[in-house]
């Protein structure tokens, strides 16, 4: 009975917690209004893979893991990150915005971009 005991309160101890996750794909739209001028904004859509997994985010686009951040309870981000661009060049970008919703900005020099989520395909 002692052993029952023991066993019990062991497996109480290893009980894994859940997890939340979410994974969604969005690309970049340029918000011309916003922007400087749209001819010297690069109009070139990227996609970004955006993961929220317990409360830390993370984006990755094609030029790789862009930055990892802790998001507070109001889902409100504000981080600054680098990427190359063509060739060698790095540029220094700013995303902003609210994760939960899934509302997010980017903005280079005076250009904006606002995250449009991709739909998933449906099933055939």
Not at 52 to 81: E, H
């Amino acid at each position: 009975m002692r052993n029952m005991g023991m066993l019990i309160s062991t497996a109480l101890i290893v009980i894994p917690t859940v997890v939340s996750a979410e994974t969604w794909t969005a690309h970049t739209i340029l918000e011309e209004a916003k922007s400087m001028s749209g001819r010297m904004c690069p109009q070139e859509a990227i996609s970004y893979t955006l993961d929220l997994t317990d409360n830390t985010f993370t984006a990755t686009s094609q030029y790789g893991r862009m930055f990892s951040v802790k998001v507070p309870s109001d889902g409100v981000i504000d981080t600054t990150y680098k990427r190359v661009t063509r060739g060698t060049k790095w540029v220094t970008l700013q995303m902003t915005g609210n994760v939960k919703s899934r509302e997010l900005e980017i903005v280079w020099w005076r250009c904006y971009y606002k995250l449009a989520s991709v739909k998933p395909a449906l099933p055939r």
